[in-house]
């Protein structure tokens, strides 16, 4: 079914002659499969400026693909992309996202082995990704009583509570990502001026904050009671030596067996399923999509303009709408609008004269 589906996609050839797989010749001497990644992902980091959570993600992706290659006894830098076809399909269990994510960092690898002449050229244009459409997707969370819940859940004297309850906070009050969350340095709050700044690698930048008091009293409890006295300067670090700040991946199912833990069954678990939750819950308290995204710190509207699609009160007013007198109003519009002349056409120069001259015959 993967096959039939996505096959002629991953096999799309360049209409360019010269592009096509196996008329150019690498002339680089390949290097081993994970000096090839490693090579990439600090590339990635040095000349691309990429966020460290995108380089991981990368060298997740990539190296189960390039184990394959070794265990397949296929050389990493002759692949085909029937080869990448055979080895999407054997994971059938993924969705058009996730391939689509895979395709993306393996197109980047190949392109980057090209630049070096390890691979042919051609490669990484032959691997295309599943179509996905533009907010296809409902912004899916849980509920706000599902994240009050989860809070009341976190209440209690022990370290772990203490840790987990000011990062659930954060993540559900303000909404941050969890990169901005295991970011978050003991330097990024102002207690005294009650100001919170979370890092932005996202965008590059430092995101201000008012410091909520009961995210603050309980961030207060954790640094104070609980933390770890260490020389790491992270504010959420972990509970066993050695004392280093939380992955990614530590924190996604740290949220994610707490949710399931109460019994919630949510389309999605993990931190951004809170993130979620808090622009739902500010669009229904009446919030514009402006505010909603500038309080989780979107660059441009167009990412807060998925959340429109659960506005549920703004939806049914839509839906309310006369829609015959709103033809009529658009009817009356278009005969209304200023007519297209070619340039030198002479009903045109009669047209802008009647409006400047008072009209010529």
Request: proline share 7%; aromatic share 8%; net charge positive.
């Amino acid at each position: 079914m993967f096959q039939h589906r996505y096959r002629p996609q991953w096999q799309r050839f360049d209409r360019d002659p010269h592009h096509v797989a196996g008329t150019t010749t690498p002339t680089g001497t390949p290097p081993s499969a994970e000096a090839a990644l490693t090579d990439l992902l600090e590339a990635l980091r040095d000349e691309r400026g990429f966020a460290l959570d995108t380089i991981v993600n990368h060298q997740r992706t990539l190296r189960p693909f390039l184990a394959w290659c070794v265990a397949g006894n296929r050389p990493w830098h002759a692949v085909t992309a029937a080869d990448v076809t055979t080895y999407l399909a054997s994971h059938p269990h993924w969705a058009r996202v996730t391939i689509a994510q895979h395709v993306h960092h393996l197109r980047n690898f190949f392109r980057h082995a090209a630049v070096r002449r390890w691979c042919r050229p051609a490669l990484a244009l032959q691997i295309d990704a599943p179509r996905l459409y533009t907010y296809e997707r409902l912004p899916q969370g849980p509920s706000w009583t599902q994240v009050q819940h989860l809070l009341d859940a976190h209440r209690g004297d022990t370290p772990r509570l203490l840790r987990d309850r000011a990062m659930l906070l954060l993540l559900a009050v303000y909404g941050f990502r969890s990169a901005e969350v295991r970011g978050l340095t003991l330097d990024d709050i102002d207690w005294q001026q009650e100001i919170i700044r979370p890092p932005r690698p996202k965008q590059r930048k430092v995101g201000h904050y008012p410091l909520v008091r009961e995210v603050g009293d309980a961030i207060l409890a954790y640094v104070t009671r609980a933390r770890p006295r260490c020389a790491c300067r992270h504010v959420f670090v972990r509970l066993r030596p050695p004392y280093q700040p939380l992955t990614g991946g530590a924190l996604a199912v740290l949220v994610a067996v707490a949710q399931k833990r109460l019994g919630q069954q949510l389309p999605h678990y993990g931190p951004h399923s809170l993130r979620h939750a808090s622009a739902t819950y500010l669009l229904a308290e009446g919030f514009s999509l402006k505010e909603i995204g500038d309080h989780l710190g979107h660059s441009s509207v167009q990412a807060t303009q998925i959340y429109a699609k659960v506005d549920l009160p703004s939806l049914r007013r839509v839906a309310d709408l006369d829609l015959a007198a709103l033809l009529a109003h658009d009817a009356q519009c278009a005969a209304r609008e200023t007519p297209f002349f070619p340039i030198g056409h002479v009903g045109g120069l009669r047209a802008v004269a009647r409006v400047s001259l008072g009209g010529v015959r």
